[in-house]
């Protein structure tokens, strides 16, 4: 059982979150902006302190490589992203690449025999919190691969003409990459014939590990998923001149039709099963005008199909009757089945994981990874850290040095079992 450095997980992290300091203990770090690029410089430097060789392909993906023994043998990479969310935390993504940092460290560092290369590579905008989508580079390099429904929502034109949501930036991604100094060439992407297994290591986002007592979680699979937005229409008017009991208000149908829902989808009597309304938009949103049109967002995620299909029933019962005197429609804006992890992979972690005496358990993920769209591509598996009251996305979130290092000593162990198993 080979163990990383505590103390150099801790440098790694404090260097990095100086990268976008927001001032609040947190970091702003957009992809491919100069904050991002300060990150992949120091990336760079680390990498090539050791003797890595970094690569970069035509969508700022980076690779650092040390070689194995097997010059023939395809690479096993360790991959995540360096870039957040506007003042999100020091760990959401950039772990990942510190993981990997540290773990090809520590196989320099002890000298450890392993046959096939090993990789970290940091994926661009993960986030999408700049240029949305979210997973939008791993999207472009799977969209091949991907469901129909999935790889419509990444095509590259689209993508590339990606618009800033926020002032003082080039006008879409394609002119982000065109200025960043870390675009390379298409052939250095990753791709199945240069790659044969990758992990994932991410602090969990949730509070589940740190309510069982335990550092690290072996992910099992990500949750399938769907969205929907639901929009209700009936009439603007005066707020201070029309009757009560003559009016269509949008918003007192939606959120007579939201109580409806959360009403409807407790019944099915599934705890596990999450949902969400984060997106509410009011029209015209003006206090002295009763609202004409409300639209809200529904995010449903849960492992069984056969769930979602029961959930999406009760979404388009919506539509069957009118609320508060208003209509209502229905819009899909994207959904995914669940993606399982690689059995082999899966199991390497949790070997690794009761091999380094951590308190450790199987565990699910809800939010989406770069990773599971790779994984259509080469087999893949995540390892997650135990995340300080579950927060994320946010300048408060927290995985000790102690937890991270774990999770880089879980990772490494696992790379190592892979090294042996793919020939």
């Given at each position: 059982?080979?163990?990383?450095?505590?103390?150099?997980?801790?440098?790694?992290?404090?260097?990095?979150?100086?990268?976008?300091?927001?001032?609040?203990?947190?970091?702003?770090?957009?992809?491919?902006?100069?904050?991002?690029?300060?990150?992949?410089?120091?990336?760079?430097?680390?990498?090539?302190?050791?003797?890595?060789?970094i690569?970069?392909d035509?969508?700022?993906?980076?690779?650092?490589?040390?070689?194995?023994?097997?010059?023939?043998?395809k690479?096993?990479?360790?991959?995540?992203?360096?870039?957040s969310?506007?003042?999100?935390?020091?760990y959401?993504?950039?772990?990942?690449?510190?993981?990997?940092?540290?773990?090809?460290e520590?196989?320099?560092?002890?000298?450890?025999?392993?046959?096939?290369?090993f990789?970290?590579?940091?994926?661009t905008?993960?986030?999408?919190s700049?240029?949305?989508?979210?997973?939008?580079?791993?999207?472009?390099?799977?969209?091949?691969?991907?469901?129909?429904?999935?790889?419509?929502?990444?095509?590259?034109?689209?993508?590339?003409?990606?618009?800033?949501?926020?002032?003082?930036?080039?006008?879409?991604?394609?002119?982000m990459?065109k200025?960043?100094?870390?675009?390379?060439?298409?052939?250095?992407?990753?791709?199945?014939?240069?790659?044969?297994?990758?992990?994932?290591?991410?602090?969990?986002?949730?509070?589940i590990?740190?309510?069982?007592?335990?550092?690290?979680?072996?992910?099992?699979f990500?949750?399938?998923?769907?969205?929907?937005?639901?929009?209700?229409?009936?009439f603007?008017?005066?707020?201070?001149?029309?009757?009560?009991?003559?009016?269509?208000?949008a918003?007192?149908?939606?959120?007579?039709?939201?109580?409806y829902?959360?009403?409807?989808i407790?019944?099915?009597?599934?705890?596990?099963?999450?949902?969400?309304?984060g997106?509410i938009?009011?029209?015209?949103?003006?206090?002295?005008?009763?609202p004409d049109?409300?639209?809200?967002?529904?995010?449903?995620?849960?492992?069984?199909p056969?769930?979602?299909?029961?959930?999406?029933?009760?979404?388009?019962?919506?539509?069957?009757?009118?609320?508060?005197?208003?209509?209502?429609e229905?819009?899909?804006?994207?959904?995914?089945?669940?993606?399982?992890?690689?059995?082999?992979?899966?199991?390497?972690?949790?070997?690794?994981?009761?091999?380094?005496?951590?308190?450790?358990?199987?565990?699910?993920?809800?939010?989406?990874h770069?990773?599971?769209?790779?994984?259509y591509?080469?087999?893949?598996?995540?390892?997650?850290?135990?995340?300080?009251?579950?927060?994320?996305?946010?300048?408060d979130?927290?995985?000790?040095?102690?937890?991270c290092?774990?999770?880089?000593?879980?990772?490494?162990n696992?790379?190592?079992?892979?090294?042996?198993?793919?020939?």
């Amino acid at each position: 059982m080979y163990k990383c450095s505590v103390e150099r997980m801790a440098d790694k992290i404090n260097t990095f979150s100086k990268y976008g300091d927001a001032g609040h203990g947190g970091i702003t770090r957009y992809a491919l902006s100069e904050e991002d690029n300060m990150a992949r410089a120091e990336f760079v430097k680390r990498m090539e302190a050791i003797g890595a060789t970094i690569e970069m392909d035509d969508l700022a993906n980076m690779y650092a490589t040390i070689p194995g023994s097997n010059p023939d043998a395809k690479r096993i990479v360790v991959q995540s992203h360096s870039d957040s969310v506007k003042n999100g935390g020091n760990y959401d993504g950039i772990l990942g690449v510190m993981t990997g940092m540290e773990a090809l460290e520590t196989v320099v560092e002890q000298n450890i025999p392993h046959e096939h290369p090993f990789t970290v590579m940091i994926c661009t905008n993960e986030e999408g919190s700049l240029n949305p989508p979210a997973m939008m580079v791993s999207g472009i390099v799977c969209n091949d691969l991907l469901p129909k429904d999935l790889a419509k929502n990444f095509q590259y034109d689209d993508m590339m003409a990606s618009k800033p949501m926020v002032d003082g930036f080039p006008a879409n991604f394609g002119e982000m990459l065109k200025n960043s100094p870390y675009r390379g060439d298409k052939a250095n992407r990753i791709n199945a014939d240069k790659y044969c297994a990758m992990f994932e290591t991410h602090i969990e986002q949730g509070p589940i590990l740190e309510a069982n007592n335990n550092e690290v979680g072996a992910v099992q699979f990500v949750m399938g998923m769907f969205n929907y937005s639901l929009i209700f229409k009936g009439f603007a008017a005066h707020a201070g001149t029309f009757p009560m009991d003559k009016r269509h208000d949008a918003l007192y149908a939606a959120s007579q039709a939201l109580i409806y829902l959360h009403d409807e989808i407790d019944k099915l009597g599934r705890p596990e099963l999450v949902y969400t309304t984060g997106e509410i938009y009011c029209h015209p949103c003006v206090h002295t005008v009763i609202p004409d049109e409300v639209e809200f967002s529904l995010d449903v995620r849960h492992e069984d199909p056969e769930l979602r299909a029961k959930v999406l029933d009760i979404v388009k019962s919506v539509t069957e009757r009118k609320w508060a005197g208003c209509t209502a429609e229905i819009r899909e804006n994207w959904k995914r089945d669940t993606v399982y992890w690689n059995e082999d992979l899966k199991g390497f972690v949790e070997e690794a994981c009761e091999e380094s005496g951590a308190n450790w358990q199987k565990i699910q993920a809800g939010a989406g990874h770069d990773a599971q769209f790779f994984s259509y591509m080469i087999p893949t598996t995540m390892v997650f850290v135990r995340t300080k009251d579950g927060i994320s996305h946010s300048e408060d979130e927290f995985a000790t040095p102690e937890d991270c290092t774990v999770g880089a000593t879980v990772t490494l162990n696992a790379m190592l079992k892979a090294d042996k198993f793919y020939k």
